[in-house]
């Protein structure tokens, strides 16, 4: 069974930076073997996705965080990293790392159902 724990959210002031990590436990693979991604939900709002590394390695991110989040991962950690930059009032949420080991083939890298394993998620508030 695979479990993800979420680190580095805080508070950040708007046109700052953050960088989120999720670890894997319990998994002795690598998270080549998988598709990652970073969902975020603030409050009153559905959750929705952020950015993801599909299976292929094929890198995705929402339009709202394009040339501003970067995704990556550390094979050899297992971790996955989420950079902030740039940040707005409106990135304030709760951040959720997740993945899966099923194909791409057929599924939306941001919806919800792609992926099996959830991390508790980390907050992360932007203020003026």
């Known amino acids: 069974q695979v479990q993800l724990v979420e680190s580095g959210g805080g508070s950040v002031q708007a046109g700052g930076s953050l960088t989120l990590s999720c670890a894997a436990y319990?998994?002795?693979?690598?998270?080549?073997?998988?598709?990652l991604a970073w969902f975020r939900q603030a409050p009153g709002k559905d959750r929705e996705g952020v950015a993801a590394?599909?299976?292929?390695?094929?890198?995705r991110y929402a339009d709202s965080v394009k040339g501003r989040f970067t995704i990556s991962e550390d094979n050899a950690k297992n971790t996955l990293y989420l950079q902030m930059n740039s940040l707005k009032l409106e990135d304030t949420a709760m951040y959720y790392c997740?993945?899966?080991?099923?194909?791409?083939?057929?599924?939306?890298?941001?919806?919800?159902?792609?992926?099996?394993?959830w991390g508790q998620g980390t907050q992360v508030t932007v203020s003026s």
């Open positions: 319990g998994y002795t693979g690598s998270f080549y073997y998988m598709a």
């Open positions: 997740a993945a899966d080991f099923r194909s791409d083939v057929g599924w939306d890298p941001f919806s919800n159902y792609r992926y099996t394993y």
């Open positions: 590394i599909e299976r292929d390695r094929t890198t």
